[in-house]
């Protein structure tokens, strides 16, 4: 296996994705991202050095719009979804 | 004979002519539903109320002339993944294990203006990552012609629920083969359109350059009148697109003569099972006898298409499923210290494994150092990918191959080897790298009974011409109802 992916790599990836891994699933995680990585190595056979990355298949650029209210006072159902809220708010833990 | 084994198309027309009231449509889905659920697990929530509810609202729409399409009255399933007003939508994801949308999803909306009874969301593979509906959070659905098999997935619900007959019809989504490979392994019909086509406002998002809303049906009938239904230029989703016409009903002519087919060789290489190769050469012959001119030819950059398709997925999921973070719907872990550790405790609890494993590699990818190694190289591909299928379109038509390898594999059976499992998508996957449309229909069926799909891929915007001869194809055979469909008709 070409990418050995070290704890450290995992720490942080761990950080960017927002997700804590325990001692069993941080090993199964280490040894998928290494194989897939290996596997995702492939694209280097391909000499792509005189292409453009595609991010989209169509020429597409961003679409403006007038920012004009179409929906009407969703705030209730909205809040109703929150794990937590109070008044008009979703409740957090302290942030600051 | 049973009113579920009737086409979304059949049944419209028996509810327009009043030979059967919207009601008793609906009251069949739900008995259907009721009587095999435990077998199949297609839906993760089924609304027997609200449908009912709605049947008696659409009657009245259909006696004042009000509706009069085609699907008035029908009942649909639809992917857990697609909001729906009032109506719980989990992605089939612990994180949304309770999240009722406070807004519906467009294509849905298209489909209720059309008169659609909604009956309830099927299941899915966890945030539509997997190919077997086994990464479900509510237990993996059972493939109707042998429950000891996966229904295929990520649409493996409603592929399951049409092949079941618990529905007329079905919504799924596709981001590399989500519509397409189901479908082939539940012996139903799936077409995943065009980029742009169906809004994607409202379809929880997984790749985003990629998803695409899509029909699952009995026949290449219903699936051209869905998709004529549920297509539409959105402008609350920036990538959708004003289609010069969006009439796909027309190609549903019986005639083939002089069309161009290439087949890929290499899609007939190391891998494929020898059953599904033959299956689906004898579909193209078929093609031929109707005139068809087919061909063999060399696709190229077939084995990269995975790959470059997990990095772009992964990277783009990591970016999307950022927003479930415990705040402001979904699940919150109870004990915590602070906003991090809240955020942190709430992801690792309410996602399941391939979801983290995805979000992981994709957070990797996106990373500084790794960026240009990873994610630009896959869209520099990507390019390249586009490249090779602009090329096979500026001499075919249509290009024909298997829509999977191998039929359905047994229950856990590929989720212990994840890129074995993504293998499996081969032949999917590189279509929606390259926005085109495809479609899977039945073409056989191999020693074990279970069913073998034929794909039919387009140049972009070209449905009608997959339409046509998907159309003409399935003139040749008769629809198999799985066994489980039978199981009322006894």
Known sequence: ?96 | MSLMSLTAVELGKKIKAKEVSVEEAVQAALDAIAEKEDKVNSFVTVDAEKALERAGQIQKDIDNGVLSGPLAGVPVAIKDNMCTKGMLTTCSSKILGNFVPPYTAEAVRNLEKAGAVILGKTNMDEFAMGSTTETSFYGATKNPWNPEHVPGGSSGGSCAAVAAEECSYALGSDTGGSIRQPSSFCGVTGLKPTYGTVSRYGLIAYGSSLDQIGPIAKDVTDCAVILEAIASHDKKDSTSIGRDSYDFTSALTDDVAGMKIGIPRDYFGEGLGTEVRDAVLAAAGELKKKGAIVEEFDLSLVEYAIPAYYVIACAEASSNLARFDGVKYGYRTEEFEGLHHMYKKTRSEGFGTEVKRRIMLGSFVLSSGYYDAYYLKALRTKALIKQAFDRAFEKYDVILGPAAPTTAPRLGDSLSDPIKMYLGDIYTISVNLAGLPGISLPCGTDAKGLPIGLQLIGDCFEEKKILRAAYAFEQTREYAHSPLAADVML
């Open chain 1, 1 to 96: 296996m070409a990418n050995i992916i070290s704890d450290e790599t995992i720490e942080y990836v761990g950080i960017l994705a927002k997700l804590e891994l325990d001692g069993q699933e941080r090993e199964r995680a280490k040894k998928d991202i290494g194989e897939m990585l290996d596997y995702i190595d492939k694209l280097n056979e391909l000499d792509t050095s005189d292409v453009e990355p595609m991010s989209h298949v169509f020429p597409v650029h961003n679409v403006f719009r007038e920012d004009v209210v179409k929906n009407g006072d969703g705030r209730k159902q909205t809040l109703s979804n929150a794990p937590d809220s109070r008044e008009d708010g979703f409740v957090v833990p302290k942030t600051i």
